[in-house]
């Protein structure tokens, strides 16, 4: 494997790690306080804004051109807006199982959008290894439904779930040679500042009214996580995997995030590990390990190139 692309699996892995470890908080933070998933929303983005223009003070300046400026603020609205916003108002409507069952579907609508828009090749080995991951995430949700068997999904958050991954698969199909050209700084600068422009003016009424001295330091804490951890470290390393890494292999790593949720639940004394776990985690790497292995555009053309060559030599 290349420097690059263990660079850019790596930053993947943690990236999702914290996306898995905030869905549990932020449910935490519903729970306990007077902070709906508006307002939440509105400190994710309004947070990362502000910690991604500080950082950018102590990195290299880069100039972007006008068109390049204008394309940010669509990746905006489909890698932040509607994706974080969606899927944060999806979950405080459904249940968490409910909302984890629909990131599954990352990999494979990522895989449609690839084939669509970039040619990218699908072949078996990478629709067995999506089925295989996706299998293994189910089957460790599954696993875990029963600490939240009274909590009932609902149908309208169910839809804004999968309506915030189809914005992220999109987002990570339609802007991937955006990406490669800035520094995730620089990308998640203008992209964080597009997004609170958007969503801000629609919901500043709850940040206004909320009362703060009714919200507890321990739900502080997890907001807290929410926005440096789960929104800008998480951005921040998530432009580094797609940076070096193709669509789909990208997208398989959101099935970490069950596994880092039924760590938490390990942990927290609601639930214990099991065999079952153990080969729905197996089978999770699987999958990952078979897309990343599966042959890219540029490498079944290079093979094609090849083989014609030798053809005309003989």
Not at 13 to 31: R, T, Y
Not at 210 to 225: A, G, K, P, Q, Y
Request: aromatic share 12%.
């Amino acid at each position: 494997m290349k420097k690059n692309e263990i660079k850019g699996h790596s930053a993947m892995l943690l990236a999702n790690g914290m996306w898995g470890l905030m869905s549990p908080i932020a449910k935490l933070v519903f729970i306990g306080s007077a902070v709906t998933p508006f307002i939440l929303a509105d400190f994710r983005i309004i947070g990362a804004a502000a910690l991604f223009w500080i950082v950018s003070f102590f990195t290299k300046k880069e100039h972007v051109p006008h068109g390049d400026m204008l394309k940010l603020f669509f990746a905006s609205l489909l890698g932040i807006v509607c994706n974080q916003g969606l899927f944060t108002i999806g979950l405080g409507m459904t249940s968490p199982i409910d909302a984890s069952i629909i990131t599954t579907s990352t990999p494979i609508l990522t895989m449609v959008f690839a084939a669509f828009y970039l040619k990218e090749p699908v072949t078996g080995k990478k629709v067995l290894g999506i089925f295989t991951g996706a299998s293994g995430a189910l089957l460790l949700i599954m696993s875990n439904s029963g600490a939240n068997a009274g909590r009932e999904g609902n149908v309208f958050g169910d839809l804004l779930c999968m309506l915030a991954e189809a914005s992220f698969s999109l987002y990570l199909v339609l802007f991937k040679d955006l990406i490669s050209r800035y520094s995730p700084i620089t990308l998640m600068k203008w992209m964080f500042t597009y997004a609170m422009v958007c969503i801000v003016p629609f919901s500043y009424t709850g940040l206004i009214s909320l009362d703060w001295s009714s919200i507890s330091t321990e739900t502080i804490w997890c907001i807290v996580f929410v926005v440096a951890g789960g929104t800008f470290i998480s951005y921040l390393l998530s432009p580094v995997g797609q940076q070096n890494l193709r669509p789909t292999v990208v997208s398989m790593y959101c099935y970490v995030q069950p596994i880092v949720a039924s760590i938490v639940a390990v942990c927290w004394g609601m639930d214990q590990f099991n065999l079952l776990k153990v080969i729905a985690v197996c089978m999770v790497f699987t999958g990952v390990f078979l897309v990343t292995r599966s042959k890219s555009r540029a490498q079944m053309e290079a093979y094609a190139a090849s083989r014609a060559g030798q053809k005309q030599s003989e």
